[in-house]
């Protein structure tokens, strides 16, 4: 792999996100009505115009952050942790995020406040992960993991709990949440929480470097000039922020934090400057695809329903993390 | 005689309750090759990660120029010191010139681009230590010996006065250690670098170093030149293992053995 020059960087982001924009794009005609893709704007019919500001394009719109949260602040965590296998779905992230934002609806606040009531949350339950699993300066793999699922369980259990308690229209979006479901939101929200996003994704992608020298363990980072725990904090901080502000509008889309990043550093090599932002992308590329899958396998079908997205996620990701487990095992 | 380099005051290090460094001063001349050797846990690379910054002293200073360490800025001090560790895992597989790049670190802004000085200082870097030829490899896919010689080459990118190698030579077989150490002596030789290093090997030792460092239990022993440091009696006790010395008639380099 050739070493990353600006050029290398500035042309492999422009293609991804220009491919972004075409399939979501594309995503946003397909749907229960096709919307139609050879005709002029001007000559859409005033209901085909609507469908799409109204329902297609908040819709792949909410795809595109959310996709690119969870891509690049996988590979983020993997690059930190270490852990091919880490993420934030696995790691209880997401579901700590999850806790924070139905708490947050459970006290009534006004949306602009659950994100950061949601990145708190999170923010707490990786700290917690990673202090188990850090034993004198060095993270143990399985320990890591194992400490995630725990953590899921316990987690769950207090939603569940919430679950109970609530009304049965709260109780329905509390399961939406859990499963990961895309839903037509506002524009104020997206844009709100695409704010955050953007904001995330620049911390991490300056944080590039430091990661890169992490990969080498902290003795070695600090060696070359740099303060791990300075750029740990900062990188778990960022990472956290855009999980707890996806999680609110899409809930638990598990598996796309774990192979997006793979899939970046297959495309980009292992350099996080350029892997973190390419990861953005990917995972909003195909987070796109997979909703896609969700809203319209099963509509034309007899059954007349949409999947939620976290189940198509998950038939393609799990049997992905089965494959790089065996992998792993071999080497 | 050199000016001092590094200067090692009263340096305590304790890891939770005991006292794995006590009390050791010494200075680090300009220019030399100095030899830290000692038994397992005699506490070596603790000391020598004491003087490349990344360990702090319970008490005590190390000195550089005058400014303790620990008050450096992390980028500042690695401009001056470079350190070489035993073994270095990466989850991710990056290739040659990349991990060379990554001594470039204390000089890069803040998005972390290197530009065409940094370029040229990595290739150069790696040229010095035949390593250019692998610049596309990924570090996995290398031999040990070159793997050493990659970091070795990003510890020269660094462009410190001081390096610091901890147990260059471990898991090398004698061609690929001969290799390792004629590289830190000509670098030394040629530009002046000064060489701290860790070794097993008293003979290797003796040969390459100026002067040896002689640990046990976190007290130094005995510093000096080879042929008055490796004695029969000195190395004998530092080892608590029974062991002969012979001089060579030509170089008068003492080589010791065990007895049995």
């Known amino acids: ?331 | 005689m050199n000016p001092s380099c590094l200067s090692v005051q009263n340096l305590r290090f304790r890891y939770v309750r005991d006292d794995v460094l006590n009390d050791l001063a010494f200075d680090v001349r300009s220019g030399e090759i100095l030899a830290l050797l000692g038994p397992n846990a005699s506490g070596k690379t603790t000391l020598l990660k004491n003087m490349a910054g990344l360990l702090h002293p319970s008490s005590g200073r190390v000195l550089m120029n005058g400014i303790d360490l620990t008050d450096r800025p992390h980028r500042e001090r690695a401009r001056a010191i470079a350190f070489v560790p035993q073994s270095e895992d990466t989850f991710l597989d990056f290739s040659a010139e990349q991990t060379v790049l990554m001594g470039r670190a204390p000089y890069v802004g803040t998005w972390g681009f290197e530009s065409a000085e940094d370029r040229a200082k990595t290739r150069e870097a790696m040229e010095r230590t035949d390593t250019w030829i692998l610049r596309e490899r990924g570090l996995s896919e290398l031999s040990g010996g070159e793997r050493q010689r990659v970091i070795l080459a990003r510890a020269l990118a660094q462009e410190a006065k001081l390096l610091l190698l901890d147990e260059p030579t471990s898991h090398l077989d004698v061609r690929y250690q001969k290799e390792i150490l004629d590289l830190c002596a000509s670098l030394n030789a040629e530009r002046g670098l000064t060489v701290v290093m860790t070794l097993h090997d008293l003979n290797l030792a003796a040969l390459y170093a100026h002067r040896l460092l002689l640990l046990k239990e976190g007290k130094v022993v005995r510093l000096g030149f080879p042929a008055e440091t490796l004695t029969e009696e000195t190395i004998s006790e530092v080892f608590s293992v029974p062991m002969k010395v012979v001089k060579d008639e030509k170089s008068g380099l003492p080589s010791s053995f065990p007895i049995r």
């Not at chain 1, 060095?138 to 569940?160: K, M």
């Not at chain 1, 070695?220 to 999980?243: C, E, Q, W, Y």
Request: aromatic residues 10%; glycine residues 10%; charged residues 10%.
């Open chain 1, 1 to 331: 792999m050739k070493s990353l020059t600006i050029k290398k960087w500035l042309a492999t982001n422009v293609l991804l996100v220009v491919l972004a924009v075409l399939v979501a794009f594309a995503a946003s005609l397909v749907g229960e009505k096709s919307l139609p893709f050879f005709t002029r704007w001007s000559a859409w019919s005033p209901e085909d115009k609507d469908i799409f500001w109204a329902s297609r394009l908040p819709r792949v719109l909410l795809a595109a952050v959310t996709g690119m949260a969870l891509g690049s602040s996988g590979t983020a965590f993997q690059g930190l942790l270490q852990n091919a296998l880490a993420d934030p779905y696995i790691l209880g992230v997401s579901s700590g995020a999850a806790l924070g934002s139905i708490l947050g609806y459970a006290l009534g606040l006004p949306f602009a406040g659950i994100p950061f009531f949601a990145f708190a949350a999170s923010l707490a339950a990786m700290l917690l992960v990673y202090r188990t699993a850090m034993r004198g300066g060095q993270i143990a793999p399985h320990t890591l993991l194992l400490t995630g699922v725990i953590l899921n369980a316990f987690l769950f259990a207090f939603i569940l709990i919430l679950n109970g308690l609530a009304s049965f229209e709260q109780a329905q979006k509390i399961i939406f949440l859990l499963i990961g479901n895309l839903e037509t939101e506002t524009y104020g929200r997206i844009g709100l929480v695409a704010g955050i996003v953007a904001a995330g994704l620049i911390v991490l992608t300056a944080e590039g470097h430091a990661l890169n020298l992490l990969t080498s363990g902290p003795e070695t980072a600090r060696s070359l000039g740099i303060d791990p725990n300075r750029h740990r904090k900062r990188v778990f901080f960022a990472a956290s922020l855009m999980v707890g502000a996806v999680v609110p509008l899409a809930g638990l889309v598990g598996f796309i934090g774990l192979f997006v990043p793979h899939i970046a550093r297959w495309v980009t090599g292992p350099d996080h400057r350029l892997s973190i932002p390419a990861a953005a992308w990917i995972g909003a590329t195909l987070l796109i695809v997979c909703d896609t899958l969700a809203r319209t396998l099963l509509v034309s079908s007899a059954f007349q329903t949409e999947l939620p997205v976290g189940a198509v996620t998950a038939l393609v990701g799990a049997p992905f993390f089965l494959l790089l487990m065996k992998k792993r095992g071999r080497s």
